[in-house]
């Protein structure tokens, strides 16, 4: 990573970068600006500079981040997909069911329009 020198901040220089663990820092710069040698070492502490935080404790509202939890809501989307897949054979078969009652119905009404039939001719 390049230090470029900070704008209108003559003598000042940055160099952009976001650390993704918490935890502890000591950062090493060295190499030459303008000829002069450098090689110094900052170590983060309470006369320094902050340690890095944990992102859950910067986050407004706060977001549940775990793989655990994550995990434990997968599985309760499976759970609950897996409950209205039985629920949803369950409502196709109460409606083949039904149909079939009705045709049955339908058809036992008809007959019974008809009346009776005979089964015998007169001589």
């Known amino acids: 990573m390049e230090l470029e020198p900070a704008f209108n901040a003559p003598g000042r220089y940055r160099a952009y970068f976001i650390p993704t663990a918490p935890g502890a820092y000591t950062y090493r710069i060295w190499g030459t600006i303008e000829g002069n040698a450098i090689d110094e070492t900052f170590t983060s502490g309470p006369e320094t500079f ?14 549940s981040t775990s793989v655990e939890d994550a995990a434990a809501a997968a599985a309760d989307a499976q759970d609950s997909a897996d409950s209205a897949q039985t629920l949803a054979i369950i409502g196709l078969i109460a409606g083949v069911v039904g149909v079939l009652t009705g045709a049955v119905g339908v058809f036992m009404a008809m007959q ?5 039939r005979a089964t015998a001719q007169a001589d």
């Open 50 to 63: 902050s340690e890095v935080a944990a992102i859950d404790t910067l986050l407004f509202p706060s977001v």
């Open 112 to 116: 019974a329009r008809k009346g009776p």
